[in-house]
């Protein structure tokens, strides 16, 4: 047997040796069950028959094994948030071959409510202003929506309020813009206040919302000009 020969055997034994010791220790994973009426397992979109069968957590970057039961509604405290939460809980087999498969529920609260608000009508006021930069056809809107944009006013207003063709429409969308970050970053305090959480997360976003008002506020009005 050649030389080449024998280390192809070789890879194949060690690849076959490795594929067993995983797929039994994949099986060791599996077996670890308790009964439970509520729980079904479920193998990618597949349903198994059996009703009563759970296991282990088990994670993957490609999640083969999942595990689907009764929602998981969160946490709850003396502030009642259950009530303000959207009812409903979904299980979605293909979120659950990269992540957690539940799909809800949803808390918003008014910060999230008034966050979601402002932000479509800023997004609507810059879409139908640029749709009406190519004559209101959908058709250039797609081909030419890369070089579309809402232009800030001219540099002949200063920081007086333009007239809606001119730049008026930027300052309005900036505002709803800036009403919708700002009330989900509030919506995202108090969420930690209310869970008794660490707010790393609400003073991360803070510095990105320094960012974006240095840009588009703070340095407009020391220059003088929107």
Known sequence: MAPGDERRVLFRRLHHHLRSALDRGLARVVDLVEQHADLARYRGCR?????????????????QVQVAGSGDWGMDNENNMMEERVAGIGNFPILGWFGN?????IYLGYAGVISIFAGFTAFFIIGLNMLSQVDWSVIQFLRQGFWLALEPPSPEYG??????????????ASFFLLVSVWAWWARTYMLAVEHKMGKHIAWAFLAAIWLFMVL?????????SW
Do not use: K
């Not at 349903?47 to 759970?54: G, M, N």
């Not at 498969?101 to 529920?105: K, W």
């Open 216 to 224: 588009g506020f703070f340095r407009p009005i020391l220059m003088g």
């Open 159 to 172: 920081l007086q309020i333009p007239p809606l063709h001119d730049g008026g429409w930027y300052m309005i």
């Open 47 to 63: 349903r198994w028959p059996r009703s009563d069968v759970t296991m282990a957590e088990y994670q993957n970057i490609f999640t």
């Open 101 to 105: 498969a539940q799909l809800g529920p």
